[in-house]
């Protein structure tokens, strides 16, 4: 047997477990995304999933928890869309930069009523929840007031939240979870954020 007829048979192979596996996935509904974890790309897979349904033509939703105090190349380009889309941010920025506790506090807790209105309302086919996890890791939102929200979404509703350190309790409710991890970062070589890449 030559090698391309060796390759063509461990294709054919793992083409029909392919199939297979697509064939049992019957399910239609709305998916959990939890992107966490310290690496880069967590906010970068939820705008990418964003623009993908954008295109599929979805009413879409985007409330943003931290970043505030500084313009996004993602805000910037989303607010385009602005009749498919409602895109809030509502941080105040990192909380080392504000030192401000209370106020960090009522900055999540208004970005939170927006977002719950959104996780009701089932004309929002796409909702994410950029940065939602630092505002529940540091109990800013209660977690047992977001679990209940998505318990009781829309059944065809996607949602996607993002930020290091998602609680134990959202990843067993998420449908995929994925946690990213720094090899490497340009910051700890001295670069600054750059346009296009972080900002």
């Known amino acids: 047997m030559t090698a391309e007829e060796r390759h063509r048979e461990r294709m054919q192979r793992k083409k029909e477990l392919v199939d297979r596996k697509i064939a049992r ?5 709305g998916v959990l995304v939890v992107n966490t974890g310290n690496g880069k790309g967590k906010s ?6 964003l623009a993908r349904s954008l295109g599929h033509g979805f009413h879409c939703g985007v409330v943003q928890f931290i970043k505030g105090s500084f313009s996004t190349g993602e ?5 385009r869309f602005d009749e498919d889309l409602d895109y ?18 009522a900055a999540a807790q208004a970005a939170w009523d927006i ?8 004309a929002y086919d796409f909702v994410l929840l950029d940065e939602l ?11 047992e007031q977001v679990l209940a929200a998505l318990a009781t979404r829309p059944p065809n509703q996607h949602v996607v939240i993002t930020g290091r350190g998602a609680p134990d309790g959202l990843i067993e409710v998420a449908d995929t979870v994925t946690e990213m991890r720094v090899v490497k970062h340009a910051f700890e070589a001295g670069i600054k954020a750059q346009k296009g890449i972080e900002l």
Not at 25 to 29: D, M
Not at 133 to 143: E, M, P, S
Request: hydrophobic fraction near 45%.
């Open 88 to 105: 809030h941010v509502m941080g105040e920025g990192f909380t080392w930069e504000t030192q401000d506790k209370a106020r960090d506090i």
């Open 75 to 79: 805000e910037a380009f989303f607010r």
């Open 44 to 49: 970068s897979s939820g705008f990418g999933m």
């Open 133 to 143: 996890n630092i505002a529940l890791v540091k109990q800013y939102v209660r977690l």
């Open 25 to 29: 996935a019957t399910i239609e509904r």
């Open 115 to 122: 977002a719950a209105r959104m996780l009701a309302d089932p």
